[in-house]
Nanobody, 125 residues
Framework: QVQLVESGGGLVQAGGSLRLSCAAS??????MGWFRQAPGKERECVAA????????YYADSVKGRFTISRDNAKNTVYLQMNSLKPEDTAVYYC????????????????????WGQGTQVTVSS
């Protein structure tokens, strides 16, 4: 049974940091990613990582501030978020993808196979 368990969300002031964690159980995946969705807005990918090799994708809005990484032994993916802005406020979702993509930037698409429950990140000004 596939399960994605997220943790690490919370309230932080602008300029602060948070680290999100997502532990995957049941199987391994081609890639995992972090998506976010604010009320009234479309869900968007902020970062993704290929499990083998560790190639990464970042949205332009988070480049230089967020870092995605994985722990092979724990089958866990992390999102280190630094220099947080109020615009980063959203529900953040962990996702896992089973099939490969030909172009790395295609990892930003939402056709992932499994999703976590979401964790709230709120950044105050």
């Amino acid at each position: 049974q596939v399960q994605l368990v997220e943790s690490g969300g919370g309230l932080v002031q602008a300029g602060g940091s948070l680290r999100l964690s997502c532990a995957a159980s049941g199987r391994t995946f081609y890639a995992m990613g972090w998506f976010r969705q604010a009320p009234g807005k479309e869900r968007e990918c902020v970062a993704a990582i290929r499990w083998r090799g560790g190639s990464t994708y970042y949205a332009d809005s988070v480049k230089g501030r967020f870092t995605i990484s994985r722990d092979n032994a724990k089958n866990t993916v992390y999102l280190q978020m630094n220099s947080l802005k109020p615009e980063d406020t959203a529900v953040y979702y962990c996702a896992a993808k089973s099939t490969a993509v030909a172009i790395l930037r295609n990892l930003r698409n939402t056709n992932y196979d499994y999703w976590g429950q979401g964790t709230q990140v709120t950044v105050s000004s």
